[in-house]
T-cell receptor, first 112, second 115 residues
Framework: RKEVEQDPGPFNVPEGATVAFNCTYS??????FFWYRQDCRKEPKLLMS???SGNEDGRFTAQLNRASQYISLLIRDSKLSDSATYLC?????????????FGTGTRLQVTL | EAQVTQNPRYLITVTGKKLTVTCSQN?????MSWYRQDPGLGLRQIYY???????DKGDVPEGYKVSRKEKRNFPLILESPSPNQTSLYFC??????????????FGSGTQLSVL
């Protein structure tokens, strides 16, 4: 089983739609969680951290379910500019970035 | 502007010809790392460095070397490139602070093709 698993997609949604992605992780001791966004062939950029209580940043909401070992990303009112690949990142340790584990990403395509 | 600069952006080479991909950051970050990204495999860490003169292997270090002589620079060296090292490479850095150490800043990538 992969350490971090994501549905590769693509998720094709019309502009204005709400879309959600899940990401499962295998290490129950994982400490921290993130979503990165990556445009085609460009560098990943941090989108948001995922906190235990859930957190929101504008149209984006991230949630963590430790019992079922998954994190989710919800995008409301999708824009064309949201088209990208969303990478789930898990850190099994605290205090170091050296063990960050990346999922293979979920591709989102928002259409008119 | 705060950034991680990688060069070159694209590189085509032949098997066995030594090459270096440079990486430089201007944010005074302690932590730097190299990743390669391949379809279906995601980002995999090659080497990382916690600070000057401190480097360690990541998940896929075979065929690569690194050095960290200065805080800002972390070059990736392929002594004898092979076709299976054809990939998209990213350098990343982060600040060693209690809240920011996991927030990676990536360079714009180097697409390497080894023929």
């Amino acid at each position: 089983r992969k350490e971090v698993e994501q549905d590769p997609g693509p998720f094709n949604v019309p502009e204005g739609a709400t879309v959600a992605f899940n990401c499962t992780y295998s290490n129950s001791a994982s400490q921290s969680f993130f979503w990165y966004r990556q445009d085609c062939r460009k560098e990943p950029k941090l989108l948001m951290s995922v906190y235990s209580s859930g957190n929101e940043d504008g149209r984006f909401t991230a949630q963590l379910n430790r019992a079922s070992q998954y994190i989710s990303l919800l995008i409301r009112d999708s824009k064309l500019s949201d088209s990208a690949t969303y990478l789930c990142v898990v850190n099994p340790f605290t205090g170091t970035a050296s063990k960050l584990t990346f999922g293979t990403g979920t591709r989102l395509q928002v259409t008119l | 502007e705060a950034q991680v600069t990688q060069n070159p952006r694209y590189l085509i080479t032949v098997t066995g010809k030594k090459l270096t991909v440079t990486c430089s950051q201007n944010m005074n970050h302690e932590y730097m790392s190299w990743y390669r990204q391949d379809p279906g495999l995601g980002l995999r860490q090659i080497y990382y460095s916690m600070n000057v003169e401190v480097t360690d292997k990541g998940d896929v270090p075979e065929g690569y070397k690194v050095s960290r002589k200065e805080k800002r620079n972390f070059p990736l060296i392929l002594e004898s490139p092979s076709p299976n090292q054809t990939s998209l490479y990213f350098c990343a850095s982060s600040l060693f602070s209690e809240t920011d150490y996991e927030k990676l800043f990536f360079g714009s990538g180097t697409q390497l093709s080894v023929l």
